[in-house]
């Protein structure tokens, strides 16, 4: 099991890089099944989420290769419209498929995810939304059993709360149901959006992607496009993050600046100075302790989930006390009792983190529990004095695609030990 050897205290400068949107491209693969021809995708992440998915796709009977930077997937055929245990227990994300196969082929059989470290994170919504387009729904044995043999029809669908996943499901369920569709309380993230013009480019009709109404007028059959996924945000962020943490002096670029603007602000509330500079860079520089500034993630354009714990390891060395809340998942605290490790002072009451900011951070062996409490601990030992090792980085390598590379030509003393 890989482990990171990192020793904190050196200021990153100079670029970080940003990879294709992970949670862009898990949906944008699941929307090559919805037709028999061939689909091309730039900008696929290589990491190991994406590697998931693509053998589920392969799983189901599509065609799945890769050429210069190039991902081609060809579901001429689906002989078994089905996500095994096997591969949903390691990637919840692979409920993805379930509304392209039951839109394309009148069934799927996709195994329940299993529990996850920051929540108990159920489908139960993506199930009732696709009840309403007319699937008739088993769930037996562990796993999701649709049937709509005549085809889907369109519904209005209402999301009691605000579903990512679950709003890419019935989008991609409702681009081949007979009829009209709106979602309403529609997910309103960036990779929304982005599925959507994909959609498009295939034939779909779709108004309103990326506001919390969204209307899709049913089409008979999409035909194949090519696609360009758009940068990570939660990668940029997490370098934003890496340049102020560690007193440095670093470029972000190919990002989105307007997909990580509430981070940015909060950042300079705290006092570090970030210019965008055009063409997709963000220049970040942090030359004291960040002041202590309270944030509570909220779905899209809010405080993103997903940047919570990196933040939180930027505020362990602030000046005062901050709050951070986390609204979106009930367990997303993992990172705290590590970060406790290296000296963090962090008291978690329900919803809320209490983080009193130290001067200093120290080196300690932590252990990672999910991908996002991951690159908390990264930024942590980067700026803690001494030696710091991190074990179980292999849920770090399923979103970021070779975060030590990056780092290390900015300057991180950290090294991958096999
Ligand atoms: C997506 O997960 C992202 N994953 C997550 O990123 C991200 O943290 C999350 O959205 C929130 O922004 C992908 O896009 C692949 P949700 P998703 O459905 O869609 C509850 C990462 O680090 N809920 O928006 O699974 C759920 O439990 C990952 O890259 C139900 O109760 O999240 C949660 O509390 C982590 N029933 C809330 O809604 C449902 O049917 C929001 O979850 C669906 C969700």
Redesign the pocket.
């Known amino acids: 099991m890989d482990k990171f050897k990192i020793r904190g205290g050196t200021p990153l400068r100079g670029e970080l890089p940003v990879s294709g949107s992970?949670?862009s491209a898990?949906?944008a693969l699941a929307a090559c099944l919805l037709t028999e021809q061939p689909m091309t995708l730039y900008g696929i992440p290589d990491v190991k989420?994406i590697s998931t998915m693509q053998s589920l796709l392969k799983y189901t009977g599509a065609e799945v290769g890769q050429e210069d930077g190039a991902v081609r997937i060809h579901a001429k055929s689906l002989d078994r419209p089905e996500a095994p245990y096997d591969v949903v227990k390691t990637m919840?994300?692979s409920s993805?498929v379930l509304g392209p196969l039951v839109a394309r082929t009148g069934r799927a059989r996709v195994s329940m995810p299993g529990g996850c470290a920051?929540?108990?994170?159920?489908?139960?919504?993506?199930?009732s939304a696709l009840e309403e387009l007319g699937a008739s729904i088993e769930q037996a044995y562990g796993y999701v059993e649709a049937q709509a043999p005549k085809g889907l029809r369109g519904a209005m669908i209402h999301f009691d709360?605000?579903?990512?996943?679950?709003t890419?499901d019935v989008l991609m369920a409702a681009v081949l149901a007979e009829g009209e569709t709106i979602i309403r309380n529609a997910?309103r993230?960036p990779?929304v959006k982005d599925l959507a013009d994909l959609l498009i480019k295939m034939g779909a009709k779709i108004e309103g992607a990326g506001t919390s109404i969204v209307r899709i007028t049913g089409v008979k059959r999409l035909h194949g496009a090519e696609h360009t996924i758009i940068p990570d945000r939660?990668e940029a962020g997490t370098f934003l993050l890496a340049g102020a943490i560690t007193g440095g002096d670093v470029t972000v670029t190919g990002c989105n600046p307007e997909h990580v603007a509430g981070l940015v602000v909060k950042m300079r509330q705290a006092g570090a100075e970030i210019e965008e500079l055009g063409s997709g860079s963000l220049w970040v520089r942090c030359s004291q302790r960040p002041k202590a500034i309270d944030v509570t993630t909220e779905?899209?354009p809010g405080f993103?989930?997903?940047l919570q714990a990196q933040y939180m390891a930027w505020m362990s060395i602030a000046q005062g006390i901050s709050l951070v809340t986390e609204t979106?998942?009930?367990n997303r605290f993992m990172h705290t009792q590590e970060l406790a490790r290296m000296g963090a002072n962090i008291r978690i009451e329900g919803r809320q983190a209490i983080i009193a900011g130290e001067a200093e951070l120290t080196g300690a062996q932590v252990i990672a529990s999910?991908?996002?409490a991951s690159a908390s601990l990264v930024l942590a030992a980067l700026v803690a004095r001494g030696e710091s090792t991190i074990d179980r980085v292999y849920h770090i390598d399923r979103?970021y695609e070779r975060i030590e590379e990056k780092l290390a030509t900015a300057g991180a003393n950290i090294q991958r030990i096999e």
Request: no cysteine; aromatic share 4%.
């Open positions: 992970k949670n898990l949906p989420d919840r994300a993805l920051i929540g108990a994170r159920p489908i139960n919504m993506h199930v709360r605000i579903s990512v996943t679950g890419e997910a993230e990779e939660i779905e899209y993103a989930t997903d979106i998942f009930e999910d991908l996002r979103g």
